[in-house]
């Protein structure tokens, strides 16, 4: 098990592990248990009864939370013809087809998402063991493959998050930074929870929601009640 730092365990000591703390307190506590001279990114974790084996409850998609998650996101956009036009007018940092998956096979990576339309998915596919691993191959469940660049690239700008069961159930999703409103943190994390609720497969039986908690980089989780998050 890796050492704690001093900052860390002295933060720990503010936060009652055994308790489900009201929304509202528990971003509070987060903000004030960050431990990061940056302003650190704050995450949201949902454990939920989830068996992603399971094609209907592997829940992977995109949200566009309602105050951003604070963090500048560069968009390289893939397409032909005119539809260039469309995705550098939306504010694409990087517009263009064959020429830029060259430079991805050469190592080229100054970017943070990929938007993409149909057509240029079997030449993107051949990158997809140096794409997959990063997390940065598009997909259509996640509003990335598109002929509607205008709208994809505006709401990654606006603060676009992608959410994805992992093996264990987890969902993890960025909310926004140390630096914001506890309340916009809130309203992220409101957010993430009900497209959850909403998307619950039919075939989940028992507790769907396990468990939430909410931490900054490298700082320690804190419990959130459910029933408080409305």
Known sequence: MAKRSRK????????????????MEAVELAKETSITKFDATVEVVFRLNLDPRKAEQ???????????????????????????????????????????LEKIKQGWFDFDVIVATPDMMPELGKLGRI????????????????????????EIKAGKVEYRVD?????????????????????????????LIRLKPSTVKGVYVKNIAVSTTMGPGIKIAPESIV
């Open 58 to 100: 592997n829940l992977r998609g995109a949200i566009v939370l309602p105050y951003g998650t604070g963090k500048v996101r560069r968009v390289l956009v893939l397409t032909k013809g005119s539809k260039q036009k469309e995705a550098e007018e939306a504010g694409a940092d990087y517009v263009g087809d064959t020429e830029y």
């Open 8 to 23: 860390y365990l002295d933060a720990a000591k503010l936060i009652d592990r055994t308790k489900r703390y009201p929304l």
């Open 167 to 195: 093996k264990t159930g987890n969902v993890p999703a960025i909310v926004g930074k140390a630096s914001f409103d506890s309340e916009k943190i809130a309203e992220n994390i409101k957010t993430v929870y009900q497209t």
């Open 131 to 154: 794409l997959g691993p990063k997390g940065l191959m598009p997909n259509a469940k996640t509003g990335t493959v598109t002929m509607d660049l205008a709208k994809a690239v505006e």
